[in-house]
């Protein structure tokens, strides 16, 4: 009998309204998730740790590990801390860090995780990478996708502004990443996976024509949701490509070039996704793109997040090497230093101040 469907990664628990964490203690107790109530919860010492004392009470079979950052070696002590105590599930409650501590921890160890973001500063919180701080800089580390996904509007409501703006420029993002895959698959006949290219673009699209703000509930949920779904189109595609092209080139370029002065994620692949659309000729849907970054609170020049013409022009040129092999209309137009100067003061014109 042949084969007419495929089975698609993803959470059995996807819970995103306001109060949800109120139900967290049921999602919890699902057989698929905690049969016994021993549950491991890693939080930071922020957001999460506040949470704590609401959530205890509730959880009476949970042990609580904080988590100190972000980092290759934090993820491995907490795993090192759980091993050998037996727990059914991990909970990561807590930003991004956390859930991708927890997430590489969890793999580690081999138990499921529930991730319980307190923001919505990027689309890890549903991905099946982790990406976290090393030796050598940073480095994304493949996981399998939490089991559960719980978030609470009422508690990103309460996160700092500029963490959920963030997640606005990730979505965003996902236009470029797809015009890229699509420009790779026309070039070099790389094969696109259409039901992850149509989730995450319509995820994409869903942030970027919703006329709401940070403080409406009902955009905050098409956020929330569009961020979910790049999550899962990733682990449909079995890569990141679905979400990152020459736009995360230009936000991995910004962290390994100036580690310290780096802006937010989701800020950084927000501008870099409006300069690669004027970069391939988009001008238009660039315009538009910047337009609503702007409305939002994101920044669309380099020197709204503290960088110099020049040292934008260093990171579009050094962007290519960060993804070896993976082919964005960087790689395709493969500009020099003068040709890049001239395009964003095209760029800057087009948008405006």
Same mark, same amino acid.
């Given at each position: 009998?042949?084969?007419?469907?495929?089975?698609?990664?993803?959470?059995?628990?996807?819970?995103?309204?306001?109060?949800?964490?109120?139900?967290?203690?049921?999602?919890?107790?699902?057989?698929?998730?905690?049969?016994?109530?021993?549950?491991?919860?890693?939080?930071?010492?922020?957001?999460?740790?506040?949470?704590?004392?609401?959530?205890?009470?509730?959880?009476?079979?949970?042990?609580?590990?904080?988590?100190?950052?972000?980092?290759?070696?934090?993820?491995?002590?907490?795993?090192?801390?759980?091993?050998?105590?037996?727990?059914?599930?991990?909970?990561?409650?807590?930003?991004?860090?956390?859930?991708?501590?927890?997430?590489?921890?969890?793999?580690?160890?081999?138990?499921?995780?529930?991730?319980?973001?307190?923001?919505?500063?990027?689309?890890?919180?549903?991905?099946?990478?982790?990406?976290?701080?090393?030796? !050598? #800089?940073?480095?994304?580390?493949?996981? $399998?996708?939490? &089991?559960?996904?719980?978030?609470? @509007?009422? /508690?990103?409501? %309460? +996160?700092?502004?500029?963490?959920?703006?963030?997640?606005?420029?990730?979505?965003?993002?996902?236009?470029?990443?797809?015009?890229?895959?699509?420009?790779?698959?026309?070039?070099?006949?790389?094969?696109?996976?259409?039901?992850?290219?149509?989730?995450?673009?319509? !995820? #994409?699209?869903?942030?970027?024509?919703? $006329?709401?703000? &940070?403080?409406?509930?009902?955009? @905050?949920? /098409?956020?929330? %949701? +569009?961020?979910?779904?790049?999550?899962?189109?990733?682990?449909?595609?079995?890569?990141?490509?679905?979400?990152?092209?020459?736009?995360?080139?230009?936000?991995?370029?910004?962290?390994?070039?100036?580690?310290?002065?780096?802006?937010?994620?989701?800020?950084?692949?927000?501008?870099?996704?409006?300069?690669?659309?004027?970069?391939?000729?988009?001008?238009?849907?660039?315009?538009?793109?910047?337009?609503?970054?702007?409305?939002?609170?994101?920044?669309?020049?380099?020197?709204?997040?503290?960088?110099?013409?020049?040292?934008?022009?260093?990171?579009?040129?050094?962007?290519?090497?960060?993804?070896?092999?993976?082919?964005?209309?960087?790689?395709?137009?493969?500009?020099?230093?003068?040709?890049?100067?001239?395009?964003?003061?095209?760029?800057?014109?087009?948008?405006?101040?």
């Amino acid at each position: 009998m042949p084969v007419l469907t495929r089975l698609i990664p993803s959470p059995v628990v996807v819970d995103i309204r306001p109060g949800a964490l109120d139900d967290l203690a049921s999602v919890l107790a699902d057989e698929r998730i905690s049969h016994s109530g021993k549950l491991a919860v890693a939080v930071s010492d922020g957001s999460g740790s506040r949470l704590r004392e609401r959530l205890a009470p509730k959880l009476p079979g949970a042990s609580w590990y904080e988590v100190g950052g972000g980092t290759l070696d934090d993820a491995v002590r907490l795993a090192g801390a759980m091993k050998a105590a037996h727990y059914d599930a991990l909970v990561g409650l807590g930003g991004g860090k956390i859930i991708d501590c927890a997430k590489f921890a969890a793999a580690r160890v081999g138990l499921p995780l529930v991730a319980v973001p307190t923001n919505l500063a990027h689309d890890g919180l549903c991905s099946p990478v982790a990406t976290l701080d090393n030796d !050598a #800089g940073r480095g994304s580390y493949g996981v $399998p996708n939490p &089991i559960a996904v719980v978030i609470d @509007l009422d /508690v990103i409501r %309460e +996160a700092p502004a500029r963490f959920v703006r963030a997640g606005i420029g990730d979505a965003v993002s996902n236009i470029s990443a797809i015009a890229d895959w699509e420009l790779a698959n026309r070039v070099n006949g790389e094969k696109i996976d259409g039901l992850a290219a149509a989730m995450a673009r319509q !995820a #994409g699209e869903a942030v970027l024509r919703h $006329p709401g703000g &940070i403080g409406d509930n009902d955009f @905050l949920q /098409v956020l929330a %949701e +569009a961020l979910v779904l790049s999550g899962i189109a990733m682990s449909v595609s079995g890569d990141s490509r679905p979400s990152s092209g020459a736009c995360h080139e230009i936000n991995h370029a910004f962290d390994l070039l100036f580690p310290r002065r780096a802006a937010a994620h989701g800020e950084q692949c927000g501008l870099g996704a409006a300069f690669a659309m004027y970069l391939r000729g988009a001008h238009e849907e660039s315009v538009f793109m910047a337009q609503v970054l702007r409305r939002h609170g994101l920044p669309v020049l380099p020197e709204e997040i503290g960088f110099t013409v020049d040292e934008f022009v260093q990171v579009v040129e050094f962007a290519p090497q960060t993804r070896p092999g993976r082919y964005t209309i960087l790689e395709h137009l493969d500009l020099k230093t003068d040709q890049i100067k001239d395009t964003y003061a095209d760029y800057v014109k087009a948008i405006g101040s």
